[in-house]
């Protein structure tokens, strides 16, 4: 029987538990045409440009219906004649924006009518007068055809790190089913008609905890402040993604309160006065090995469009592998394919090394946090053994430029098998808002630069 636990509690690494999942997928997605995945490269690379960074971000995955536990999703059904306002926190700031938008799994052309963005002031709420058009090479509309992302046209508009920006799509026909990510805890808030540029909140009447087909927010140039996106040298602006699963999705932490380590990196940063844009691409209960109907495609397979392709990266944060090694019996989101062992992960992690450094990129090694005592079935002795294994193999081979122990940070010094209870959230396993703090006081700053 599955004990049952507060909203989110029940989360496991490998995204929601089996029970919540059982008769809830309710789409079958489509993969991308070759000519349409070509394609998608294609415009990734074009958009690509000197002095841009990414000062928010997004990992993108295929539509499915929510459950009890992360609550209800609007990914299946899609959009009509709605207006989507999405709030993200930027890490950076700069004298232009502009957003990126992904359409990679769905069925047919996204059609935008229009977008804007405007200061955040909290909420679905814009900040009075602050409210800017988005256009798409010149156009106030956008198509985006299956497979693929585009980037809207620069805004001036100065912004700060750790500002908030709501960002409003219109749509006026059926979308279909909705690329988006799962999980998140800041929510989305849709209106029915045209309510782009309305500043209050009270069409905004219906919210979910995922996010829709919005990638990134990108920004280039000095504010004014000192305190602009724009980097020299390297790879151009300066973002760093931090990529993995629910350790960088934020499982555990508190709702809205901007406490995910990419959210604590990312005020270590902007204590500096010379930041660098953070990137959440983590997806809650992601493999290295296999694709997952609740994790997205598989580490491996989205590390250049995750990682690789975004704007100005120069350094990449990991944590993959405990979905890997783990076994929770009769979860949906284990399967194709058993548990691996720690030689796999390993030859995994290596690949995703390489490519970095083929970027040229620094890579951050994580080590996998405690997993004893979860509230759910996740740890046996082989997995502790294979978690030991790959650790040591994170600490020692030299083959990160920087380790995050996140294994000792978040142990309990009287049983370092489990995770100390001041740091861990209510489901015995993912860091509450205090680990995150302590997982981001653990990065080398130096070693993302």
């Given at each position: 029987m599955r004990r049952k636990l507060p909203a989110r509690v029940a989360v496991p690494l490998a995204g929601v538990t089996a029970a919540a999942l059982i008769g809830g997928i309710g789409y079958v997605w489509p993969r991308p045409t070759?000519?349409?995945?070509?394609?998608?490269?294609?415009?990734?690379a074009s958009l690509k440009a000197p002095g841009w960074s990414q000062s928010w971000g997004a990992a993108m995955q295929r539509p499915i219906a929510g459950g009890e536990d992360e609550g209800p999703n609007w990914s299946v059904e899609g959009f009509g004649d709605h207006s989507l306002r999405q709030v993200v926190r930027l890490s950076a700031g700069g004298a232009q924006v502009r957003i990126r938008l992904s359409n990679r799994y769905g069925t047919r052309p996204l059609r935008v009518a229009t977008a804007a963005v405007a200061r955040s002031a909290g909420g679905a709420q814009a900040w009075p007068g602050?409210?800017?058009?988005?256009?798409?090479?010149?156009?106030?509309s956008a198509t985006v055809a299956p497979g693929a992302e585009i980037a809207s046209d620069p805004v001036p508009l100065a912004t700060a790190p750790l500002e908030k920006l709501a960002v409003t799509l219109r749509f006026t026909g059926a979308t279909g089913p909705a690329t988006f990510h799962r999980f998140t805890t800041q929510p989305a808030y849709r209106a029915s008609g045209d309510h782009l540029s309305d500043e209050g909140a009270g069409a905004y009447t219906a919210s979910t905890d995922a996010q829709y087909y919005l990638t990134g927010v990108e920004v280039t140039g000095e504010n004014g402040n000192g305190t602009g996106g724009a980097?020299?040298?390297?790879?151009?602006?300066?973002?760093?993604?931090?990529?993995?699963?629910?350790?960088?999705?934020?499982?555990?932490?508190?709702?809205?309160?901007?406490?995910?380590?990419?959210?604590?990196?990312a005020e270590r940063l902007a204590a500096t006065r010379d930041p660098l844009g953070v990137v959440n691409a983590g997806i809650g209960g992601n493999r290295l090995r296999y694709d997952s109907a609740c994790a997205g495609e598989k580490a491996t397979a989205r590390f250049a469009r995750d990682v690789l392709d975004r704007p100005g990266v120069r350094a990449v944060i990991v944590h993959l592998g405990a979905n890997d090694i783990r076994v929770t019996p009769g979860d949906p989101c284990l399967r194709p394919g058993g548990p691996a062992t720690a030689?796999?992960?390993?030859?995994?992690?290596?690949?995703?090394?390489?490519?970095?450094?083929?970027?040229?990129?620094?890579?951050?090694?994580?080590?996998?946090?405690?997993?004893?005592?979860?509230?759910?079935?996740?740890?046996?002795?082989?997995?502790?053994?294979?978690?030991?294994?790959?650790?040591?193999?994170?600490?020692?081979?030299?083959?990160?430029?920087?380790?995050?122990?996140?294994?000792?940070?978040?142990?309990?010094?009287?049983?370092?098998?489990?995770?100390?209870?001041?740091?861990?959230?209510?489901?015995?396993?993912?860091?509450?808002?205090?680990?995150?703090?302590?997982?981001?006081?653990?990065?080398?700053?130096?070693?993302?630069?």
């Open positions: 070759q000519a349409a995945a070509q394609a998608a490269s294609h415009r990734t602050t409210t800017a058009a988005l256009t798409f090479g010149g156009k106030r980097r020299t040298g390297g790879n151009g602006a300066g973002t760093v993604v931090a990529f993995g699963d629910s350790l960088i999705d934020g499982v555990g932490a508190a709702p809205g309160a901007d406490a995910r380590l990419p959210d604590a990196l030689a796999q992960v390993i030859a995994a992690q290596r690949q995703l090394v390489r490519a970095a450094r083929a970027r040229g990129l620094k890579v951050v090694g994580t080590t996998i946090i405690p997993m004893k005592g979860a509230l759910f079935p996740v740890w046996t002795p082989q997995v502790e053994k294979d978690r030991d294994a790959i650790n040591h193999w994170i600490r020692t081979s030299g083959a990160y430029d920087a380790v995050l122990d996140a294994d000792r940070i978040m142990a309990d010094p009287a049983d370092p098998d489990r995770p100390r209870l001041s740091y861990v959230y209510q489901d015995g396993l993912h860091p509450n808002d205090a680990g995150y703090q302590a997982l981001a006081r653990g990065i080398d700053l130096r070693a993302l630069r």
